[in-house]
């Protein structure tokens, strides 16, 4: 354990000794059972606020920074609760006295939606993960061709008198890509494998322009009219 993570957890001990402590200093004729209900539903508030602040806002280890898309409900289900809570403690003790049966079964309910409320937050938090790996997945076909142009460009390095017909028509293409969007659609996978296998053929055939000069041509108009056909593939 850290030295962070230590420090965490004992502010948060002293945060509730000050809570727990306030409360018996300042209990007046407040019964017992009432007393503790009341020290509870303030450590609820006060252990929600402080993980929500304690929480960081962006996690870099998590590229779908799930936590942002719940950050706006978290708080508003912590500030509802807190506000509810708070009211009913000071209306139920100070302005018209309930029972502790009455209070304990309002504190109840009160904590069955703050719980609803948590579990919103999750799903929110699991909801936009989901969203970040689907597009992922639709963008992986992209990636892939525009890794493909990049071995192909790699390897043009290394060659030397490429006609530069041939050099214009890859740097345009590997230009264009990048109006092509990410697609779930099954043709645009299809599409995608096809313009990744014509480019490794053409990285293959690179190797002899002269011997393969008429192969690659062939390939190269065909990777064209694959680029034109998946530009034009939307999601479903």
Not at 33 to 48: A, E, G, K, Q, R
Request: net charge neutral.
């Amino acid at each position: 354990m850290s030295t962070r993570t230590i420090l965490s957890w004992l502010l948060l001990l002293f945060g509730e000794a000050i809570i727990i402590a306030a409360f018996i200093l300042f209990r007046g004729n407040t019964p017992d059972n009432i007393l503790i209900m009341n020290i509870v539903v303030t450590s609820i508030i006060y252990v929600l606020f402080y993980f929500n602040f304690r929480a960081p806002w962006i996690d870099l280890k998590d590229k779908s920074q799930k936590q942002i898309g719940a950050i706006g409900i978290s708080w508003f289900v912590a500030w509802s609760y807190a506000i509810v809570a708070i009211v009913v403690m000071l209306a139920a003790n100070l302005v018209f006295p309930i029972s502790f049966t009455t209070q304990l079964i309002i504190h109840c309910v009160l904590l069955f939606f703050l719980f609803m409320g948590i579990l919103l937050v999750r799903h929110s938090a699991d909801k936009v993960k989901e969203v970040y790996e689907q597009e992922t997945a639709h963008r992986s076909g992209v990636i892939e061709m525009k890794n493909a142009m990049r071995d192909l460009k790699n390897k043009m390095v290394t060659m030397n008198e490429l006609p530069y017909s041939f050099t214009q028509q890859i740097n345009t293409l590997e230009e264009n890509l990048r109006f092509i969007s990410p697609s779930n659609n099954q043709e645009a996978y299809g599409l995608e494998r096809s313009f990744v296998a014509t480019v490794q053929e053409i990285t293959i055939a690179l190797s002899d322009f002269s011997m393969n000069e008429e192969r690659i041509n062939g390939n190269l108009k065909k990777l064209e009219r694959i680029y034109q056909n998946r530009k034009e593939v939307y999601s479903s």
